[in-house]
């Protein structure tokens, strides 16, 4: 560090705050340590700058459950909008949701001595978990508010996406809907199943649940031959792309085409989806506006803001699955 010090022309001590990115150092003097520190290849030691200011410049991440495509690229968003502020990620997981796990890989972050935390779960078995939670900030990245004391809850409103998609049917005259759920012990799923079923009584449409066991291809399809067995609905929301893709192709090969035969909907609107013959009309959720939010609300928790209970927008997108079919895309 002395070095580092002589080079820059500066104390140890403002080293010292640019290696614990101090707010007090002046924007050109922090760039003539950054520049001695490249030059010297200097790498502070992460042990001793915990030793030094009681944590580390990481928040961590804990995540329970399979990783599917949402949570995949809300985590790679959340190192983004991290890194942006200076802050590294400490990820720690458990693959399901075993109590004595979770616990563990909780125990782990605060081992670390994370300025905070985020917590991504979708299992209310594990609720007792963060009840009382105190320390470092958190924030809970959830679509509902569970009432945790102590954190904030942040999330996506599963509301506003899934009745523009169910207008967007009954618009057309369709009545007669169907939803392939996913793993119904997960909290997201259940709450577009609650949400469908809600929304469609309240207009008197008729409804239908299939599905519930998984989040893949390959439940889509094994849901849809249930489906066949009763005979084919107007219209289909799957709960989430891929089990709208799994859906489609069940159907396929008993030679009902989505969009023309049928209407199929899908959620979260996997990257692949506006590429699909036909293109898949699926219910958006931004898990880019969602990291940066959520980074935000943890650097405000720091600062001693309030906690926060915020749902964002998601949005419907039609495509040909749903559209009439002598009617043009709208997204």
């Not at 022309?9 to 950054?34: C, D, L």
Request: one cysteine or more; a negative charge; glycine letters at 10%.
């Amino acid at each position: 560090m002395q070095d580092v010090a002589q080079l820059a022309g500066v104390s140890t001590q403002t080293v010292s705050r640019v290696v614990n990115n101090h707010s007090s150092v002046r924007p050109a003097t922090r760039e003539r340590v950054y520049a001695a520190m490249r030059e010297l290849d200097y790498r502070p030691n992460a042990a001793a700058q915990m030793l030094a200011s009681g944590s580390s410049r990481s928040i961590g991440v804990l995540s329970v459950g399979t990783m599917s495509h949402g949570l995949i690229t809300l985590f790679a968003e959340l190192q983004a909008h991290a890194k942006h502020r200076g802050w590294h990620v400490l990820t720690s997981s458990s693959a399901n949701a075993d109590f004595a796990e979770a616990q563990s890989a909780l125990d782990y972050l605060r081992s670390r001595q994370v300025l905070a935390t985020v917590i991504l779960f979708q299992h209310r078995s594990l609720l007792p978990l963060f009840e009382h939670w105190t320390g470092a900030p958190g924030v809970m990245i959830s679509s509902v508010d569970h009432g945790i004391e102590g954190m904030s809850t942040i999330g996506i409103d599963q509301v506003s996406g899934l009745h523009s998609a169910l207008d967007h049917l009954w618009d057309q005259g369709i009545t007669d809907t169907a939803m392939i759920t996913g793993d119904r012990e997960y909290i997201d799923a259940r709450e577009r199943m609650v949400i469908y079923q809600r929304y469609s009584r309240l207009k008197k449409h008729s409804f239908s649940l299939f599905g519930g066991r998984g989040w893949g291809a390959c439940d889509g399809y094994a849901a849809a031959q249930e489906i066949l067995n009763v005979g084919l609905p107007e219209a289909v929301i799957g709960g989430n792309d891929k089990i709208a893709v799994g859906c489609a192709r069940a159907f396929a090969e008993h030679g009902f085409t989505a969009g023309k035969d049928y209407k199929l909907i899908g959620i979260d609107d996997d990257e692949v989806s506006s590429y699909l013959t036909p293109p898949l009309s699926s219910i958006r959720q931004d898990f880019a506006e969602l990291a940066g939010v959520v980074i935000d609300e943890l650097a405000g928790l720091m600062e001693g803001k309030p906690h926060r209970k915020l749902l964002l927008p998601s949005h419907f997108i039609p495509r040909a699955s749903s559209l009439p079919e002598d009617a043009p895309e709208l997204g």
